[in-house]
């Protein structure tokens, strides 16, 4: 640690009251769906430091057993994923399983605390307490003792890392803008048929010339509904391949992902693994993997797969469905697909099994139809989607090149191994 940089206890530098929830039963209907956000540990733990949304609130009944915490409260988590931390940005209320600390603004930059949190998270964890559940209390967190320099210094360092964050948080909000248009281009060309209803004259068309050009002008009546002229309704098992074989020998190492690194929104996947083949799902680069089991489907665990390097095979859990378009239509169709709604609807409905294990049945997937346009309207659409699905690739490595450099750089500066303007200097080098 550096001589700049004095131990001291958190609670000299701030205060901390555990959060509120008096009523019994807490799943009260009367206290929720009113304006007061109401943020619980999940949306801690997967903030990544700051709380910008969350899925529940309370009632004016929720709020009088409760307490309204301001912006740039730290919460932190006390029980299940213990010392996990987040910066509030709009006010909120939460339970008694995350505690609040509000700084002292003029001992402490509460940006800087929360980054010694991600550095220190370890140290913190280690003095849970608890058999069947881990948890720790406030005694626990205000004897807490950390390296901590001058206010001006944690200024420096907090801007530092905040710049690092905000870049990490402006490639994450550009791909769900990506995200948004490609499912809108879907859902238009390939459910709505707009571009044909702009050929008959009933919308304003929206596309380029030569691309509205290659769509008919009428839809025609089939056993299946209207379909634009000239094309075909088309079962997925005929359009695409279903688990498609893939080759990898047993005992190969090969890159693993499991379930819990699939999101539940956007195409990325988080950490892959690499791991001894077994048993599993094999898939290759321009694979959907599609959560088969419940709740991930419901969940909406679904995945592009875009990491591997050409012609590696790569394998997960065996509770993947693995999706193939057929040309012509191009790979990130089948995971474009997978996000619509109608045919996430189908895919639950087919579902059978024991209660709590029930699982999407191939054959009844395979079932559903989709539009099958002809190769020039799907050249078309790979020429639009395709550069939209390399940009969110490209954009998701810069975000976890960054995310690596600031969990490598944090310990690295408490510890004084490295000062602020080094570090500096290796930003603009990665940059």
């Known amino acids: 640690m550096s001589s700049e940089w004095v131990l001291q206890k958190l609670s000299t530098l701030g205060t901390f009251d555990r959060g509120k929830s008096k009523h019994r039963p807490r799943d009260a209907a009367h206290l929720y769906g009113g304006p007061y956000p109401f943020i619980q540990t999940g949306d801690v733990t997967a903030s990544g430091g700051r709380i910008t949304t969350y899925r529940q609130t309370y009632s004016e009944a929720g709020l009088a057993q409760s307490r309204l915490w301001p912006v740039n409260t730290l919460c932190i988590t006390i029980a299940a994923n213990i010392a996990e931390t987040g910066l509030l940005t709009f006010p909120a209320c939460f339970p008694d399983s995350v505690v609040g600390f509000t700084a002292d603004p003029k001992k402490a930059d509460i940006r800087f605390i929360e980054y010694i949190f991600q550095a220190f998270r370890a140290s913190v964890k280690s003095k849970a307490y608890g058999s069947v559940q881990e948890n720790i209390n406030l005694e626990v967190l205000r004897n ?30 550009t791909n769900t803008t990506l995200e948004a248009i490609a499912q809108a281009l879907f859902k238009s060309w390939f459910v709505d048929f707009d571009p044909v209803h702009a050929n008959a004259g009933t919308q304003a068309p929206s596309l380029p010339a030569d691309i509205q050009a290659l769509f008919p002008s009428r839809l025609v009546e089939s056993p299946q509904g209207l379909i634009p002229e000239g094309w075909e309704w088309k079962q997925l098992v005929e359009a695409y391949e279903i688990n498609p074989k893939r080759q990898l020998k047993k005992g190969a190492v090969a890159k693993y992902l499991d379930m819990a690194s699939v999101q539940t929104q956007g195409h990325v996947t988080a950490d892959v693994i690499e791991r001894e083949f077994g048993s599993g799902t094999k898939f290759c680069n321009g694979d959907t993997l599609l959560a088969r089991i419940t709740p991930c489907l419901e969940n909406g665990k679904t995945a592009f797969v875009d990491f591997l390097d050409p012609d590696e095979i790569g394998w997960g859990s065996t509770e993947f469905v693995v999706l193939k378009p057929k040309a012509p239509l191009p790979d990130f169709h089948g995971y474009l697909l997978a996000r619509q709604s109608v045919f996430r609807d189908f895919a639950i409905q087919s ?5 709590g294990r029930q699982r999407v049945q191939n054959d009844v997937l395979g079932s559903f139809t989709i539009a099958m346009p002809d190769e020039r309207v799907a050249n078309a659409f790979s020429q639009v989607v395709t550069p939209i699905q390399q940009s969110i690739s490209a954009n998701h490595r810069k975000a976890q090149t960054l995310a690596n450099l600031r969990d490598t750089l944090l310990p690295r500066l408490i510890s004084g191994q490295l000062r602020l303007p080094e570090a500096e200097v290796v930003l603009v080098e990665v940059s």
């Open 351 to 355: 579902m059978s099994g024991t209660s």
């Open 144 to 173: 807490l003792e950390f390296p901590i320099p001058s206010l001006n210094n944690q200024k420096k360092i907090a801007d530092f890392f905040t710049l690092i964050d905000d870049r990490i948080a402006l490639l994450r909000e």
